[in-house]
């Protein structure tokens, strides 16, 4: 079992605990269970046995479910059970659950503690570390939510042997963005492109995808500069999730991936264009078939509104340039719009 720790500048710590059959090591008292109808139907049994007398609420599952109505309706649970400021949530599911379970944590009583184990490709590289949660509001994602770091978080490989491959691909996004900015991971996934649905091959790299994560949120927690990074694609990704709504939030983030480095090509004269041509071809063997989106412009009016933007009428973006190096772009709306457009063209 591998340990790693996030210790904030605000003093906050977080410990990340990486390994194998995992669950049997949780030690901590439970005395709430959070998670979603999908995985409480496959694991039921298993959490029923552990917390047999714990109150347990499990949301319908899916990003559509990410709402005030499922956040209202735990924090409703949490009472009724009488929880106490000194008692402990586990969230036990996907990113969803992860981030509507750590908000309500954080709300319930001005914050109570909790433990996260993710189930999905996802939420173990990605969505659990950090201390992001939120739900969408409004037609923008994430836009109710509070930074609070979980307690414990454990990785526990075991899990992903039950995942469907389009799961794989959700996780795939986030990992491939990784390598975006780091130079070692990147050649890893070049290296071994014909293993990314290798599952012990991506069991082997998560804890690689975690550090990096973790050293990031470390150095900036509340996302005031370098961690800005982890946006990669996610500005596009967000558009096409909320317009399109036919696939993953990880097969979007890929989606985004292919227009991002196309538009660092046509903005910025000093990228690597053999490395985005590199990225994107890793992208593509990842999502494999790219499918047909919805209108581009459509897109383009959710990215308008996007929390991440800095100035009016400007979509903020954070797009690859060469291998390991990325870069912060305020693009005029009309301006992206129509990149998003002709980008389309091509690759759909």
Excluded at 120 to 137: N, P
Aim: net charge negative; with cysteine; glycine share 8%.
């Amino acid at each position: 079992m591998k340990s790693i720790v996030i210790q904030t500048e605000q003093k906050t710590t977080s410990e990340i605990l990486i390994g194998q059959g995992l669950f049997s090591e949780i030690g901590e008292r439970i005395d709430f269970l959070f998670t979603d109808l999908n995985v409480y139907a496959f694991y039921g049994a298993k959490l029923r046995e552990k917390y047999p007398n714990v109150p347990t609420y499990a949301m319908h599952a899916g990003e559509k479910f990410k709402t005030k109505i499922t956040l209202l309706n735990l924090l409703e649970k949490m009472r009724g059970a009488e929880l106490k400021r000194g008692d402990t949530m586990l969230c036990f599911g996907g990113g969803v659950v992860g981030d509507v379970g750590g908000l309500a944590a954080a709300l319930y009583m001005r914050g109570i503690d909790c433990i996260h184990v993710p189930t999905t490709l996802l939420s173990q590289v990605d969505s659990s570390i950090g201390g992001k949660t939120a739900i969408d509001f409004g037609g923008i994602k994430n836009l109710i939510g509070v930074f609070s770091q979980p307690k414990k978080v454990y990785v526990d490989s075991d899990y992903l042997k039950t995942l469907p491959p389009r799961e794989i691909r959700c996780g795939l996004g986030e990992i491939i963005k990784h390598g975006a900015l780091d130079r070692e991971l990147f050649k890893i996934l070049c290296d071994h492109r014909d293993r990314l649905s290798d599952l012990d091959f991506l069991s082997g790299i998560v804890p690689r995808n975690i550090a990096l994560k973790a050293d990031v949120v470390e150095r900036d927690a509340h996302e005031k500069g370098l961690r800005k990074c982890l946006n990669l694609a996610h500005t596009t990704a967000h558009a096409f999730e909320l317009s399109d709504r036919n696939l993953s939030h990880g097969e979007y983030v890929l989606i985004g991936i292919l227009f991002e480095a196309e538009i660092a090509k046509r903005v910025l004269k000093d990228t690597d264009e053999e490395y985005l041509n590199e990225l994107k071809e890793l992208a593509r063997l990842a999502l494999g078939k790219v499918p047909k989106l919805i209108d581009a412009r459509e897109a383009a009016q959710y990215a308008r509104l996007d929390k991440k933007n800095t100035e009016q009428e400007k979509v903020s973006l954070t797009v690859p340039v060469r291998q390991g190096e990325y870069a912060f772009l305020d693009l005029p709306y009309e301006q992206y719009a129509d990149f998003l457009a002709e980008i389309a063209e091509t690759l759909c």
